[in-house]
């Protein structure tokens, strides 16, 4: 009985809207639509469930694609069949995440061995070809629009050039991403083209959530997203969660000389996606006690912790731009899962500048060989500060000076897991979300050299730019489409 009652979860996974809790669909319509037309909602998971112990307790830890499979199994249900998602598990990850222990604390999971170097490409690789499946019968084009604030045009673009049935059309901020950047999401050509829109990202945004909830041009085209607003790139980011936390988990008593040391995940955020799916991540029995949302000065979600306030935010820019994010859009997904005292709880609020970002590169280089790039960095200076004082001090009742950069935050707001990291019963995992290569002047400005370029990415250099030009006006958004599409 038991285990019809699994199966039968199984099969009916269902996905509901966070402003409409009666919505309910398939898989596939959530990743198809990418939200909800009528509300502008973001679709999550309906239940999230635990993963069989005999599979988290496996010894040794299962491989990165088994952990993949029986994840999105999960989510997928029976709308592909078994045989078919190993073959796109096998298809999209050809890499995994390696964990490397920097100090005997300290993990960082690095997510930049994609092809394009970012985190991204396990979210968009994911994406398109469950897209790709679900498409496979339609005769009209699917047209994805994507906002990107520095990787996701890449990681997107990649993950779809030449994929049958599907264009891309790419929006980022002109002037507002790194060069390499420009160069990895304006050089495609075929099924995948970029507009370099004259405005900040959320601009961008703005200009493809805009055409989504516009009905005349959804009746006359089959539109999609490709942020991480789609339940498609958040899903595949939880399998490196439960991986390295795992890896971390087998290992780190003989690293540390800790018993039973909990595991608090550092993630460096925008958008926060990368951190929603660590939400999931934990719920599906990840060992993870805790996490710290670690952001540059773009500190909405930081702030919320600390004062209760959701204050949405035009963004700044920064050395970390790919979470230049003032208004993060999976806020609305994190704020379904738990309310603000249950986020307190299990989360901790950092935010670092750009002064104390090029020291923390500067840090992570002399005290551990490790080269980090601006992103990962943050993380770094956050777990760093955590395990040598900030949370004691903040359980000591001292708070973080108005206004200045660090760990945010009350004796109040503490999250639970705070006196273990007085305790000294803590291990860091560092989510490294992408390669230094992609931020070369900014690492050499830290640490005097840059670091080698990967292969893959030396190699976009030399292409040609095939962006143009777009306002940041929706109109001018509107009949370029019906143009071009
Ligand atoms: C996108 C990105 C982030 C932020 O991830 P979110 O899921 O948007 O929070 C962090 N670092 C890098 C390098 C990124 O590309």
Redesign the pocket.
């Known amino acids: 009985m038991p285990e019809l009652l699994l199966y039968a979860i199984v099969v009916a996974m269902r996905y509901r809207d966070t402003r409409n809790a009666e919505t309910n669909v398939s898989f596939e319509t959530a990743v198809m639509q990418g939200m909800d037309p009528q509300t502008g909602g973001l679709y999550i998971p309906e239940t999230i469930t635990r993963l069989p112990s005999s599979f988290l307790n496996r010894n040794p830890v299962p491989s990165f694609r088994d952990i993949a499979f029986e994840v999105a199994k999960q989510f997928v249900g029976d709308e592909i069949p078994d045989d078919e998602l190993m073959a796109i598990i096998v298809d999209c990850y050809p890499f995994t995440a390696p964990i490397t222990p920097i100090d005997p604390t300290t993990y960082v999971l690095e997510l930049y061995h994609g092809p394009t170097c970012?985190?991204?490409d396990f979210g968009a690789r994911f994406m398109a070809r469950v897209m790709a499946y679900f498409n496979r019968k339609e005769s009209n084009p699917l047209h994805i629009l994507v906002a990107t604030?520095?990787?996701?045009g890449s990681a997107v673009g990649s993950a779809f050039y030449g994929v049958p049935g599907i264009d891309v059309t790419i929006l980022y901020p002109d002037g507002k991403i790194s060069p390499l950047q420009e160069k990895q999401l304006s050089t495609f050509d075929g099924n995948v083209r970029s507009l370099r829109v004259n405005g900040t990202f959320d601009d961008c945004q703005k200009l493809v959530k805009t055409a989504f909830t516009d009905s005349t041009l959804r009746n006359r085209f089959r539109l999609s997203s490709a942020n991480?607003i789609n339940i498609a790139r958040l899903l595949p980011q939880s399998f490196y969660y439960i991986y390295g936390s795992l890896l971390i988990r087998d290992r780190c008593h003989f690293d540390s000389k800790i018993d039973c040391a909990q595991i608090i995940a550092v993630?460096?955020?925008?958008?926060?996606?990368?951190?929603t799916s660590g939400l999931m991540a934990r719920q599906m029995g990840a060992p993870i006690e805790g996490f710290v949302a670690a952001t540059n000065s773009n500190r909405t979600v930081p702030d919320w912790l600390n004062n209760g306030e959701y204050r949405p935010r035009p963004s700044v820019e920064t050395l970390?731009n790919?979470?230049d994010?003032g208004a993060?859009s999976?806020f609305e997904r994190m704020s379904a899962f738990y309310s603000l005292e249950e986020s307190r709880k299990i989360m901790a609020g950092y935010w670092l500048d750009d002064a104390g970002t090029k020291d923390a590169i500067r840090s992570c280089h002399d005290r551990t060989g490790y080269i980090i790039?601006p992103?990962g960095a943050i993380g770094w200076a956050a777990w760093d500060s955590i395990r040598s004082g900030a949370m004691e001090q903040l359980l000591d009742g001292s708070k973080n000076p108005e206004g200045m950069p660090g760990l945010l935050g009350t004796k109040k707001t503490a999250p639970v897991w705070a006196k273990n990291c007085v305790g000294k019963s803590c291990v860091g995992m560092i989510l490294e979300?992408?390669h230094p290569a992609k931020f070369g002047e900014t690492v050499r400005e830290s640490i005097g050299r840059e670091p080698s370029m990967p292969e893959r990415l030396e190699r976009v250099l030399s292409l040609p730019d095939r962006s143009q030009p777009m306002s940041s006006d929706y109109a001018e958004f509107r009949s370029w489409l019906e143009k071009n599409l």
Request: glycine content about 12%; proline content about 7%; aromatic content about 8%.
């Open positions: 970012a985190f991204k604030s520095g990787d996701t991480s993630v460096p955020s925008g958008n926060f996606g990368n951190l970390s790919a979470m994010v993060p999976n790039d992103h979300t992408a």
